[in-house]
């Protein structure tokens, strides 16, 4: 395939802190980069040369946005498909909107994983609080009910602690049509794995990252993660795996549990950077942001291997306040997103700790 040059423009859609730190990493490589975020104040707008602040129907300003971009990438995989497939008909839309389709429903990314036998958590299509209650009986009398779409960070889900309890949480959670109901996963780690692919299908993989959630926030990631080769190999050939038949052009990150038998069990897709990745910036030659650009643009994949264990530490809400003391912390690598206003929980931005490889 012909590269996109640097000098090119890269269009985003999403402009959180994804985005901000792939175009920071587009910069670097001579891209300028245009972000569509429906908000004004978005923390990727700060660093690109253009923003188009419009609603994700908007298709005056899609078509506007096309016309000024080379390619066009995401960093949240819940923008509309509808958005996706009218790029996609003038620029190159990298990831493309079926595999959009597939990791935005949590039924069809499990259905596409099993279908490869890729192994996931036993899950059953639920309807209405009667299905939820066989399907907890069916899954050992206990149970994870999410929502299929737009769930994030543990939003939209819920314990299902017997199946005589179903008819409460099924009410709790409101209405909202077909969900998933998931085997609890008796996991001793969650793992993640970032891969990327270019569109004439060559991939590179970081290794596996441990990730520690909060709340079912991700709190701490360690990476690499300290595992035995042969089940870091194997996690990283679940991710490829799933990147190939995906078709994935970009990258892919995939949520992983790890049982005490060895088993590893997909969790979640993500086609866009992923928060487990962060500390590729400080550890890697490459970073995922950096990975990312070079497959959208057909460039030449750069290298995934480490050169520095990481510890990566999300600052949540206020946490970020601590700049001034976690600045005076030798060797400690702080990365602030600039956003306005520190909610609870929100993340505002990471520390990466190093610690060299013993040898
Ligand atoms: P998710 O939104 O699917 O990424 O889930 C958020 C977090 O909830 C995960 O990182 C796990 O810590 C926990 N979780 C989700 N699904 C399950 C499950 N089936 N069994 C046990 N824990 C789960």
Redesign the pocket.
Known sequence: MTPIPPGATIGILGGGQLGRMTALAAARLGYRCHVYEPDELAPAADVCARHTAAAWDDAAALDGFAAAVDVITLEFENVPVAAVERLAASRPMRPSAAVLAVAQDRIAEKTFANRLGIAT?AWHAVHDADELAAACAALGGRC?V?TTRW????KG?ALVPTPEAAATVWARLGAGGVRIA????P?VA?LSVIVARTPDGRTATFPPTLNE?EH?ILRRSRAPAPLADDLADRAAAIARTLAVALGVEGLLAV?M?LTADDTLLV??LAPRPHNSGHWTIDACPVSQFEQLVRAICGLPLGDPTPFAAAEMTNLLGSEAEDWPRLLAEPGLRLHLYGKREARPGRKMGHVTRLRPFMR
């Open positions: 958590a994870v999410k769930g994030y960070d543990g889900q998931e085997a609890v996963v996991f969650e959630h079912h949520e549990f969790n979640e």
